[in-house]
């Protein structure tokens, strides 16, 4: 039988949420490696949140380079955000 919604367990493969909305480059710069850092073999995805700006993505893919992260940039709904997986 099906647990209604609102009884469910949080899921655990639940990402964790970085929004860098209205941060400047650098201060995102050293935001999102904070919270890599923070989260670092976690086992977790991480979904950094950057909106539509094509500036914003490139300095986050920067840091994921650094790191040697793979990535994707967002889903076929939404381009705004860039996921990784700290293993």
């Known amino acids: ?3 209604p919604r609102n009884r ?7 990402p964790e949420i970085l929004d860098l909305h209205g941060l400047d ?3 995102a ?4 490696i904070r919270f890599l850092e923070s989260r670092w073999n976690s086992g977790k995805e991480v ?3 950057t909106g539509n700006s094509y500036d914003m993505q490139q300095h986050v893919i920067e840091v994921f380079l650094e ?3 793979t990535y994707e940039v967002g889903d076929r709904f939404n381009t705004g955000y ?3 997986w700290l293993l």
């Open 25 to 27: 480059y650098e201060t």
């Open 8 to 14: 469910r367990k949080r899921r655990r493969n639940t």
């Open 82 to 84: 860039l996921k990784t």
């Open 29 to 32: 710069r050293d935001t999102t």
């Open 47 to 49: 979904h950094i949140i």
């Open 67 to 69: 790191y040697k992260l």
């Open 1 to 3: 039988q099906p647990v």
